[in-house]
């Protein structure tokens, strides 16, 4: 079946470092793939998504790139900041079923000032 | 223009006890999804649910678990006879009407069994 792989947590780096968080998936066809962010105590917020291969999703100086021939679909950030710590989830829907979303395990991110 | 809105936050129960989670979805939004994260794992899906139309259950337990989406209300997702191992998080995402449309969470609501 349908399977997102993100690694494990969690990761501490210092304000200003460059971020890659890595995320492969298992899915036939072709998943829309999504980051999703989780700060303490709230719901998840969506992050950024891709619908379609090559595609890259951006958002708040986050990017992840659909790469369809690694089955990847990493996220990364030039320069962190203490307000990014929070607990990132890669995450994939079924082509042209966007109702059910399979989630990773998350990934909790530490930002050191 | 409010969001996804869970109550209770915290909920406490005793094994054997009934627990009802509601959530109220984004204004306009008709498709309700309930999903569970336990401790350290990411989240589940549960169930989809269209105004008094059950669309998807397939990642809902087969006993004591149960969810509804009445025409008026909130949606409820209930379970009967607690046990522990039902401790966990469980948010509620809705989104507008179309598969395709972006959902957006709740807040969630943290169960905790005793």
């Known amino acids: 079946g349908n399977s997102v792989t993100q690694m494990e947590g969690p990761v501490t780096l210092s304000e200003e470092a460059f971020l890659t968080i890595n995320c492969t998936y298992t899915?036939?066809?072709?998943?829309?793939l999504f980051w999703y962010v989780q700060y303490p105590g709230e719901g998840l917020q969506l992050l950024l998504k891709?619908?379609?291969?090559?595609d890259k999703g951006s958002n708040k100086g986050f990017e992840a790139t659909y790469r369809k021939e690694t089955t990847s679909f990493h996220l990364e950030k030039g320069s962190v900041q203490v307000s990014d710590s929070a607990v990132y989830f890669c995450?994939?829907?079924?082509?042209?079923?966007?109702?059910?979303?399979?989630f990773g395990k998350g990934t909790r991110l530490h930002i050191l000032p | 223009n409010a969001g996804v809105m869970q109550n209770p936050r915290h909920l406490v129960r005793r094994r054997g006890q009934e627990a009802r989670l509601r959530c109220s979805p984004m204004k306009g939004h008709s498709h309700v999804y309930w999903y569970r994260q336990l401790p350290e794992e990411g989240l589940k899906f549960m169930v989809y649910l269209q105004k008094e139309n059950i669309i998807d259950e397939s990642g809902m337990p087969k006993e004591r678990f149960s969810a509804e989406f009445p025409k008026e209300g909130p949606s409820i997702l209930r379970i009967q006879q607690v046990v522990r191992g039902d401790s966990a998080a469980y948010f509620c995402?809705?989104?507008?009407?179309?598969?395709?449309?972006?959902?957006?969470f709740g807040p969630g609501t943290r169960l905790l069994v005793l």
């Open positions: 995450a994939l829907s079924e082509m042209n079923r966007d109702d059910k979303i399979i």
């Open positions: 891709a619908t379609k291969a090559d």
């Open positions: 899915a036939t066809g072709y998943p829309s």
């Open positions: 995402a809705s989104s507008p009407g179309t598969r395709r449309e972006t959902q957006y």
